[in-house]
């Protein structure tokens, strides 16, 4: 057996770039905070510029790099120049976080109460959005050899709970669209994950279950552990994997 058996290779050291989406608030601010205190350069996505500015001014305030980019992932005309910017402020991106998400309309409605135009709302920003995003950045990480992409995923992917429709439709496609990139990227060294965070305690999922106990929820800052986790450790995340952060173990 080599000496090399034992060299892990860590892909968050300090310098790499990453561009999360949804990141003024809850697992995306978290993931911004984590992957700051690690050394990466952050480029920071959200509609809100007062909550982005916030999250800006928290990771500088900690020694660490982010620049925020007020855009909707919904608007087709905004993810050129969201790109463009991104690559301005820091460069290539490594990581591209797809975290940004909308429940659509709440209260959650019955799919047979759902307008067409939620469906469609719903679906681009969770859905095609994030495609249009990748198709730019994953080609350039394609050339370059590395890159990881992560597709925050939801267990309503994969269960039918009724009044979870649109959402769950377009969780369950951006699953496979993980699945997909993966494979036709498979020999370029790019990495691609979906990631169920699990129940966390944040605005989405007060907006959702609004009767739920939030001290039954778990803090955003440990499900942003775990995914950072998994960015970091291709062996245990290899591409193409769909994996669930609450059976992740931190070592
Ligand atoms: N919370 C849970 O229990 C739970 C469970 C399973 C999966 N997830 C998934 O985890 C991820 C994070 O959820 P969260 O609970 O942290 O959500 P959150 O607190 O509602 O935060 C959502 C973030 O996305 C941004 N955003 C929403 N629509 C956008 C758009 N059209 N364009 C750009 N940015 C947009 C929001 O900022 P603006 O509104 O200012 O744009 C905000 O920064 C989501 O993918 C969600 O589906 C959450």
Redesign the pocket.
Known sequence: MSANHFIVAHFIVPGRTALI??????????LALSLAARGVRLVL?????A??DA?VAEVRARGGEAHGI??????KR?IYPLAGQAAALVGPIDLLI??????GPTPLRLLLDSECEDLEQVL???LV?PFRLSKIVAGAMALRGEGVIV??????AIEAYPRWGA?SVA?AGQDHLSRIFAAELADTGVRVLAV??????????A???PEADPDT??D?AL?AARIVAMIDDPARAPTGSRLTATSWELS
């Open positions: 989406t949804g990141a003024s608030r809850g697992l995306g601010r978290a996505v959200a509609r809100g510029q909550d982005l999250v007020v855009a909707d992932l919904a608007d905004a797809h975290n940004a998400s909308t429940l681009a920003v969770n959005g597709h925050i995923s939801s267990d309503a959402y969780k169920d965070p699990g129940e966390m305690n944040t605005a989405m999922h907006a959702a279950i929820l778990a955003p499900a």
